[in-house]
């Protein structure tokens, strides 16, 4: 798959040969859903458990006889009425720590790279100098290269610092090296803006 590569200022440099083993791919909805849902769960922290009546260590011993004694029939100190007994109904420990293959993960990103590229919101850019870091340079080119309400910018091995800079005020604008890619983030942007060294990086992510 060739694609024109478009400089910040709407201009062309020239083309550049998308892998069809990356970016050429049918996106699957059931493929993508897994892939977005193993992400969200890894997200999770895991809930802080309480000790309930059997985590507590106390004698288990019975305090009093069953009748005659003048108090309740309690069976031993665990119980949630005493201080330092177990907590009734307390919070179970739920740890969320899903597992997916490798080869779905990796064909997961491939298709959401693919699906961006399916729909035309994938645009190739040679790189992303701004002078000076100013938002106000970058503001004025953004508006030939027709990006999205939401657009994510993939850099290569590290961010341009001049481009992180001047994106930092404009909304809507999310950058990331190639290390970062991952499937969520490129389905909730509109438009995807990869740089050259982005493409080689995430290719070669691929196929070594």
Known sequence: MKIEVKTLDAGS??????????????????ILH???????EKRRGTARPTRERADVARSGKKLGRQKGGGAARHGDRRAPVFIGGG???????????????????????KMALSSHAKANSLIVVDALDVAEGKT???H??????NFGK?????DGDALNVSFAHASGNLRGINVLPAVGANVYDILNHDT????RAAVEKLEARFHG
């Open 13 to 30: 440099a020239g083309d550049i040969e998308l892998n069809d083993a990356v970016f050429g791919l049918e996106p699957r909805a059931d």
């Open 34 to 40: 897994r892939v977005v849902t193993w992400q969200l």
């Open 87 to 109: 907590k009734a109904h307390g919070a179970r420990l739920r740890d969320f720590n899903p597992g997916l293959n490798k080869k779905v993960r990796a064909l997961g990103l």
């Open 136 to 138: 106000k340079e970058l």
């Open 140 to 145: 004025g080119k953004l508006g030939g290269l």
């Open 150 to 154: 939401k657009t994510l910018v993939i």
């Open 192 to 195: 995807l803006v990869l740089t």
